[in-house]
């Protein structure tokens, strides 16, 4: 069945960086587009970062824009989510997806269980 695991969450301090990876397995991983989303406590999931399936075009969020880098490897089935100048606001449970356009919308078809990220000022 179709797997997206999530790793690389963590406590870290203002300013600090973390990478985000997602394995997946049991899809066509090389044709889909990948995303991360991330919800903070008491919000709505929200989109963070978009990358399509060639890797060619990334979407990112206003907020996270500069920051945050999303890449991908299509041999190793893994979309990772670099992120630098991590700031309080960033505190969330981001959830890798899969299978969807690439769009700001939570209309991907796979999810993984999220990896928790704080972000301590």
């Known amino acids: 069945q179709v797997q997206l695991v999530e790793s690389g969450g963590g406590l870290v301090q203002a300013g600090g960086s973390l990478r985000l990876s997602c394995a997946a397995s049991?899809?066509?991983?090389?044709?889909?587009?990948m995303a991360w989303f991330r919800q903070a406590p008491g919000k709505e999931r929200e989109f963070a970062a978009g990358?399509?399936?060639?890797?060619?075009?990334?979407k990112y969020a206003d907020s996270v824009k500069g920051r945050f880098t999303i890449s991908r490897d299509n041999v190793k089935n893994t979309v990772s989510l670099q992120m630098n100048s991590l700031k309080p606001e960033d505190t969330a449970v981001y959830y890798c997806a899969a299978g969807g356009p690439l769009t700001t919308a939570p209309a991907y078809r796979y999810w993984g269980q999220g990896t928790q990220v704080t972000v301590s000022s």
């Open positions: 990358i399509s399936w060639s890797g060619g075009n990334t």
């Open positions: 049991g899809l066509t991983f090389s044709g889909l587009n």
